[in-house]
């Protein structure tokens, strides 16, 4: 089946410095990659949608310049948030359309401190 | 603006009792509804479901949709303690180059 990995699981930044999520399809080729946070008791919010070879497609009240998202293959899409704060803190997760629908990474944590 | 609603937000059974929980939604263009299990990591699959009245199974859990009314059930038959988790109901536009739209989840405890 459709596998997403995502990486890392756990990252602990400091305030102010930027932070990298990879998020690969392992077995399929995806034109396009999803990317949800949520925040502690709360439901899955999506951010973005990552388009190969083309820009980023924002959900409403998400800062682009903030949280920048690169989709440079049909495999791989990354999402950089940038001068982090500990309101940033959250579980961020990506999702990748394939053959058997939607298929979501692992998740990463990020705390900030 | 789309919206899923599921209710109830939280539920206390004991093992080998029956559950249901609800997925009630608006969206246009609806493509289809899923529902997922969230222990403590990310949401794994359960079910996608595309068509009213069809029912969808998987061991003790089933499915169905209803596009009349909007609604969608999960039952959950003979619940054991391993069943404790989120589920979260999720709905997709066409065209599937939209994210999904989740609802805020139920978070079901079995009870041994």
């Known amino acids: 089946g459709a596998v997403v990995s995502q990486h890392p699981s756990r990252v602990i930044c400091k305030s102010g410095t930027s932070v990298k999520i990879e998020c690969r399809s392992l077995?399929?080729?995806?034109?396009?990659m999803f990317w949800y946070r949520q925040f502690p008791k709360q439901s899955l919010m999506l951010m973005a949608t990552s388009n190969e070879g083309s820009k980023a497609t924002y959900e409403q009240g998400v800062e682009k310049d903030k949280f920048l998202i690169n989709h440079a293959s049909l495999t791989l899409s990354t999402l950089t948030v940038t001068s982090a704060h500990p309101e940033d803190s959250s579980f961020y997760i990506c999702?990748?359309?394939?053959?058997?629908?939607?298929?979501f990474g692992s998740g990463t944590r990020l705390t900030v401190v | 603006e789309d919206k899923v609603v599921q209710s109830p937000l939280s539920l206390v059974v004991h093992e080998g009792d029956t559950v249901t929980l609800n997925c009630s939604y608006e969206?246009?263009?609806?493509?289809?509804l899923l529902w997922y299990k969230q222990e403590k990591k990310a949401p794994t699959f359960l079910f996608m479901l595309?068509?009213?009245?069809i029912e969808k199974k998987s061991g003790r859990l089933s499915s169905i949709l209803d596009k009349k009314e909007l609604f969608s059930i999960l039952n959950i038959t003979a619940t054991q303690t391993g069943d404790s988790a989120v589920y979260l109901c999720?709905?997709?536009?066409?065209?599937?180059?939209?994210?999904?739209?989740f609802g805020k989840g139920t978070h079901l405890i079995i009870q041994p």
């Open positions: 595309t068509s009213s009245g």
């Open positions: 999702s990748a359309t394939g053959v058997g629908g939607y298929t």
């Open positions: 969206v246009t263009n609806f493509r289809s």
């Open positions: 077995d399929f080729q995806a034109t396009t």
């Open positions: 999720a709905v997709g536009r066409r065209g599937g180059a939209d994210g999904l739209t």
